[in-house]
């Protein structure tokens, strides 16, 4: 069973960056899709950015285009988020989810691995 595990949160000011990583326990990584989801304190959790088996496809969501970038290491079994130009409203617990095949859309129900998320909070 494929254990995920997220690093790389923190504190950061607006404007600034993180890396978040999610390293795989199992080498079945490579042939799971991959995605960030986020959930903010009293809402739900949601979309962020995904990834393909072979990572030459990429999905985001709206609010992050431009400033996220999801890719991945298949050597490694890990997947990253590179965050750029944070703001306030990206103040969330970040995690990490493996689908076990080809999906790799903004559905939250069709992630069948989590990670236990790392926090980040960006001030303002």
């Known amino acids: 069973q494929v254990q995920l595990v997220e690093s790389g949160g923190g504190l950061v000011q607006a404007g600034g960056s993180l890396r978040l990583s999610c390293a795989a326990s199992r080498p079945t990584f490579s042939v799971s899709a991959m995605a960030w989801f986020r959930q903010a304190q009293g809402k739900e959790r949601e979309f962020v950015a995904a990834?393909?088996?072979?990572?030459?496809?990429?999905n985001y969501a709206n609010g992050v285009k431009g400033r996220f970038t999801i890719s991945r290491d298949n050597a490694k079994n890990t997947v990253y988020l590179q965050m750029n130009s944070l703001q306030y409203e990206d103040t969330a617990v970040y995690y990490c989810a493996a689908n076990l095949g080809v999906y790799f859309g903004s559905d939250k129900n069709a992630y069948e691995r989590w990670g236990p998320g790392t926090q980040v909070t960006v001030s303002s």
């Open positions: 990834i393909s088996r072979s990572g030459d496809n990429t």
